[in-house]
């Protein structure tokens, strides 16, 4: 067992109609001036976004808009951004939208706060000392960015797609009303639902002494979604269905599963982050597509936990060796995924990587990880190369 | 699932030897002279509080020490923290002990920052706008009111024990470590667990449709603090179940186990307080001593809730009716509580009230709840009495 800290600031407000509360809330963090940031043309067609600005408009909070972030946000924009907020003395950032549109408002949140060049942060080069303050409004359940400390994004130049983690990134406030999901497209869903998984799998698959309490949690959190994912592939305006995996993808990722863990893997998240760096594919996708060759790559080395994960997530009966078991729970999982129609292979995914690219995400992921990373088994480039391989 | 609000903003810091950044904490939060609140002699015996202030004078920031909060803590000590800070200049508390210290330490908070009497937001009467900020160092797992926005104190004319809950009290920080409570009287500890458990159990048992996410939660917190519990009765040093009661008292009160929910039950926590605010008995005590015949006399109302305790809380097969299933459960708590030497019942307890008493316990329970309450089944001052008469 480790010690650990635990921060979730952020102020969750849950259930229908809760986007009203929008301008109370900046109200109540000193939001005088806002950037109002968003994806896609959904938020305008839905009219959430006329929802947002006339409830502004209505308290008397100035905004500007800026729209365009797309999954695996980009850095130009976050630049545009960064300028925009500059030249209009914003002072509170609102993202409405998913991960994509959150982690952007992020990175314009540190560039604003911190001045010099924003990537900076992404290339490890320099830790940020603060960040403007963000709201989300949430429309997609997912990244957990609502109310974790990180962020993802792609410079265009090279393909190059970083994570940068500051406490200083916790939203002030997540809105959080499931209704707003319902009209995402199916495959968007099951994405969803597989990133939120994974990040309580990659917290959980470790070599360190996992907590007792935690380890309760993330498999009940696991269950759950799974539970959901698959009344969502039928009937995806099941309100109820909606919140538990909205409330899950925030719990997943605001550090509560990982707490007294030795810090988690990651290393699914970093094969994939290469891939979508590569092809533009959906993250929870890429996550699933890869995840099987991961977990047969690396389940001897950690036995114990995958043994665990079979039995107590996967309903395998504990039945026969430690090693039986444990596969049975990687292919009990992989069958789930394909119900809630996600991919289990590169092919799968749509993707077909020649050797040479193989070849380059294996190094580029090495050097992104600095050499090797990962606790369930400990990955160099060969390892990943080994596993981008299985995945094809 | 009802809608809900989640806000825990307490920045934890949780390992060994984690008091040692007490001084850098109060730095971060703009702490420049320090109210050191405490409870009786074993803060000073243990050498805690000299390490605290050791810390203190090395970082050079200033502080006045007040020991003295009492189980149950009292409002006169309260006056005198409120006098203190004021004649000092305060402008920071820190709470080194369990609930008591952290209690009487919010209401210390209230009245700085407040003005007026204090007892008036304990007597409902209005609302606080605000709290000196408040760091803790938690010695006993109990309370949770190291993260929760709750504090309960008790005026000494008339006996009167009231809480008080604001998101204001909500502590700025909690530095837990495990080993500092390891030293605690095997009663003391045993009484913290009970009262873990049940501020998860009081949310828990409702008639309002709970998310699966939470119930998830709530089960595997309360399976992890049985098993650990156990453990300490036979090893009391034992750092990784400590540490498992620790983080779960935390998460048992800080909202998490609630989301969703319509608000829970909290009948075991009035009646407990009545019995309190008359006889000074430990409060877990109080709350064992009580809770099996309220679970008797309200389980019917509420029987999906108490079949699924039973079967994923207490392993209770799944056999039978549900009202056998339910009762199998009840008595498989009552058997956990007697196990770690906890009371059943008021005499166990060892205290044994008049009827005149049970009738004041039950008139002054029914007026602080406004005339009735609970959720599992609606409690009105008749069914008070009648289980205050059933836990003799």
């Known amino acids: 067992m480790f010690a650990f800290n635990y921060f979730t600031p952020t102020r969750v407000v849950f259930g229908r109609d809760t986007e009203q509360k929008v301008a109370e809330l900046i109200k109540t963090f000193g939001g005088t001036k806002v950037l109002i940031h968003y994806g896609g043309g959904s938020v305008v067609r839905s ?18 808009t800026l729209g365009g972030a797309v999954p695996n946000p980009r850095l130009s924009l976050v630049y545009q951004g960064i300028e ?41 080069k320099r830790k940020a000392a603060g960040c403007l303050p963000l709201g989300v409004i949430l429309t997609l359940s997912a990244t957990g960015s609502e109310m974790s400390d990180s962020s993802v994004i792609t410079k265009e130049e090279g393909q190059i797609k970083r994570g940068y983690s500051s406490d200083f990134g916790r939203a002030k406030f997540a809105i959080m009303n499931p209704e707003l999901t319902m009209t995402l497209p199916d495959y968007q869903t099951a994405c969803g639902c597989a990133d939120i998984m994974m990040h309580t799998m990659e917290r959980y698959f470790t070599n360190g002494g996992n907590m007792e309490i935690t380890d309760a949690i993330a498999e009940g959190l696991l269950r759950t ?3 959901n994912a698959e009344i969502l592939v039928k009937d995806p305006k099941n309100y109820d269905a909606r919140a538990e995996v909205m409330w899950a993808g925030s719990l997943s990722h605001n550090g509560l599963t990982g707490c007294g863990s030795d810090g988690g893997d990651w290393m699914t998240h970093k094969l994939e982050h290469e891939l979508g760096g590569l092809y533009d594919v959906a ?30 997530v996967m309903g395998v009966e504990p039945t026969g060796s430690d090693e039986a078991v444990a596969l049975k729970g990687i292919e009990a999982m992989e069958a789930f995924y394909r119900r809630i129609n996600m991919p289990t292979n590169l092919r799968e995914l749509g993707v077909k990587p020649t050797e040479d690219e193989l070849v380059t995400m294996a190094h580029k992921c090495a050097v992104g990880v600095g050499g090797a990373k990962g606790s369930a088994r400990l990955l160099k480039e060969a390892d990943m190369l080994a596993i981008y391989r299985a995945s094809l």
């Open 47 to 64: 009219g959430l976004l006329k929802r947002v600005t006339d409830t502004l408009d209505a308290a008397g909070i100035a905004y500007v």
């Open 84 to 124: 925009l907020c500059k030249k209009e003395g914003v002072d509170f950032l609102l993202a409405v939208g998913g991960g994509s549109a959150i982690d952007s408002a992020k990175a314009i949140g540190y560039g604003v706060a911190n001045g010099g060049d924003v990537w900076d942060f992404y290339d490890y």
């Open 225 to 227: 979604v799974m539970t």
């Open 283 to 312: 993250h929870g996708a890429g996550l699933t597509a890869i995840w099987g060759s991961w977990a047969r790559y690396v389940y001897k080395n950690c036995l114990p936990r995958f043994r665990r994960f079979a039995v107590n």
